[in-house]
């Protein structure tokens, strides 16, 4: 009985053992795979931190995720277009424009523990120009590419597929309708994965009315809204690119980056912004307002208000505000000044009527003869009144004013025609009081040549 009793107690003793050996081995292998995750999950954000800039990829605040915006690789001048439809509870809009770029397409992604070892990570895809359905589509495809490579770092891969395969996997070319779906925005606070079905085009097949996948958000309220995105977010590319270039001044021949230069947008024509400020300053001094237009010869194109105002200073740009808005004005049929000296304001004249009133003084003056208002009564003319009997000394002198004023508008005339030349367009008489012989007439702009006889 002993020995029977010694071998029922050492047994159990034995099997006791051996599980604990096992249990011990299996703890060490999943410690040993929570390390090689995490040092896999470190390496992989290190890795994306060195090839994106902070503008491309940002990392959590807790260390575990972090957002990826991708900006697509687009073909030159993508043309885009919109056509709202009121039934649809959307304002009506005919937009056409091309683009250089559009907003990103913005990967939040978050690592389980157990990533890559055994699970992907949980990630939401937002654009402002892609449908629901188009993301959905891409969500569809970022699962299979984990699929087929299950255990390794996946989003290095998943970056490259949106950037440079998402216009040839959606089926999108120009001219791109831009669509929003519904009104508001979708609400996707955290990565809940659901997978629809989808057709070889990248578009749903579901049933009209069932939920897309929720990872898909189009984060945009409007069209409007989504129009004022695209076009903000391609100038700004656009500036950057510029500044980030060098490019040379067609004035003093030099190589200078981007962000000392500035270009016309219309001619694209590129000079640094010492010389254009230089350019601008002499034309606001001399009033030529209307001038300040590109520096190569025989460009039409003219430099915006924002693209004065950065060059010049604050007193400079004040006086061509004033100017060009003096001369817009004056080319304006349907606007008369007040005529009080202390006033001058503009006034707007109504059809058919001679009264104008201006709008800061409240005077009433007729808009014909510039006297105060006088209704249906004929306009006053300055003429000399000659009473009868008047004295010979008053006869005398009124002849003496009108043979000087004669003699005056003879001299003028002649004046006029030996030292002036008249407008090719115009034709009024213009004056050249030094220079070249290229002459540019101060009332139309016709530019001609001085011709010496």
Request: aromatic letters at 8%; a negative charge.
């Amino acid at each position: 009985p002993q020995p029977s009793f010694l071998v029922r107690v050492g047994s159990p003793v034995q099997h006791s053992g051996r599980d604990r050996s096992s249990k011990a081995k299996h703890m060490d292998t999943q410690d040993r795979e929570a390390t090689d995750d995490r040092e896999a999950q470190d390496d992989e954000l290190l890795s994306l931190a060195s090839i994106y800039s902070e503008d491309e990829f940002t990392r959590a605040e807790s260390g575990h995720g972090g957002q990826i915006r991708v900006c697509l690789e687009l073909p030159h001048k993508f043309r885009i277009f919109v056509h709202g439809d009121s039934t649809n509870t959307l304002q009506k809009y005919n937009f056409k424009d091309a683009v250089c770029f559009l907003p990103p397409v913005v990967l939040n992604f978050e690592f389980p523990p157990d990533y890559p070892s055994t699970s992907a990570p949980a990630f939401t895809l937002r654009c402002k120009w892609l449908a629901p359905e188009q993301l959905t589509a891409l969500c569809k495809q970022l699962d299979n590419l984990w699929d087929q490579n299950h255990g390794s770092v996946i989003l290095f891969t998943w970056v490259q597929f949106l950037k440079e395969e998402t216009l040839a996997y959606l089926h999108i070319v120009p001219p791109y309708e831009l669509r929003v779906r519904g009104q508001g925005k979708q609400d996707c606070n955290s990565p809940i994965p659901r997978k629809v079905e989808l057709d070889s085009c990248g578009e749903s097949i579901a049933a009209e009315g069932e939920a897309l996948d929720e990872r898909a958000v189009q984060d945009v309220e409007s069209l409007s809204i989504l129009i004022r995105d695209i076009l903000d977010f391609d100038e700004a590319q656009q500036r950057k690119c510029f500044n980030s270039k060098r490019h040379m001044c067609n004035i003093c021949f030099s190589e200078k980056l981007g962000s000392e230069c500035m270009h016309f947008k219309e001619c694209q024509h590129v000079y640094c912004s010492a010389c254009l400020k230089d350019y601008f300053e002499i034309q606001i001094k001399e009033g030529q307002v209307h001038y300040l237009n590109c520096p190569e010869p025989e460009c039409t194109s003219v430099a915006t208000p924002a693209q004065v105002k950065e060059l010049v200073d604050e007193q400079l740009f004040s006086r061509y505000d004033r100017l060009l808005l003096q001369s817009i004005l004056d080319s304006m049929a349907d606007v008369v000044y007040c005529p009080r000296l202390s006033c001058q304001m503009p006034v707007m004249q109504e059809p058919g009527c001679t009264m104008g009133i201006c709008s800061s003084c409240r005077y009433p003056f007729c808009t014909l003869c510039k006297r105060t208002y006088h209704g249906i009564a004929p306009c006053k003319t300055e003429e000399p009144v000659v009473k009868k009997n008047t004295s010979d000394i008053v006869i005398t002198k009124l002849h003496r004013i009108k043979k000087k004023q004669a003699w005056e508008e003879r001299q003028s005339a002649t004046y006029i025609q030996e030292e002036t030349q008249q407008c090719p367009t115009c034709g009024i008489p213009i004056q050249k009081d030094g220079g070249c012989n290229l002459v540019y007439c101060s009332l139309c702009g016709q530019a001609f040549t001085w011709i010496i006889f």
